[in-house]
């Protein structure tokens, strides 16, 4: 009986954990909706029609062209930059243009001289967290 119970208690968490996480895609999908719709017509030809490129001696990873859109937060040490690029990589978007957060460390942001509207080479690497390519 124990058992039947402790199912259910895990059924109720796992159904509210789906939820949230239901929720909170959801709200990501309608903001990078609204985000898409801010671009110009130049800004999404240049995202859709930038090809991928291959990267060597890593088979399954490859750069893709994208533009900054955001920097929410910018530290002694690190700025975060919110970038929009057209999907072929991942599965679950694949052919809109959809957004990622990525850090860069300050010195090379402040080397690079980077601001919303730049176009960066994004390195898509799998389960690995992508990285600005300079």
Do not use: W
């Not at 800004?43 to 859709?48: A, D, G």
């Not at 893709?64 to 970038?83: D, R, Y």
């Amino acid at each position: 009986m124990d058992y039947i119970l402790y199912l259910l208690v895990a059924g109720v968490v796992c159904g509210v954990f789906g939820g949230v996480i239901y929720v909170l895609a959801k709200k990501d999908s309608a903001k990078d909706e609204e985000r898409v719709k801010n671009l110009t017509k130049e800004q999404v030809e240049t995202l859709t029609n930038t090809p991928y490129q291959a990267v060597d001696g890593l088979p399954n990873a490859v750069l893709v062209h994208g533009l900054i859109l955001e920097i929410p937060k910018v530290t002694n040490s690190k700025a975060e930059l919110v970038i929009m690029y057209y999907n072929e990589y991942y599965p679950n978007f694949r052919g809109q243009i959809v957004h990622m957060d990525v850090n860069v460390k300050m010195k090379e942001f402040t080397e690079h001289n980077l601001k919303v509207g730049d176009y960066v080479k994004v390195l898509l690497n799998e389960d690995k967290s992508p990285k600005v390519k300079f």
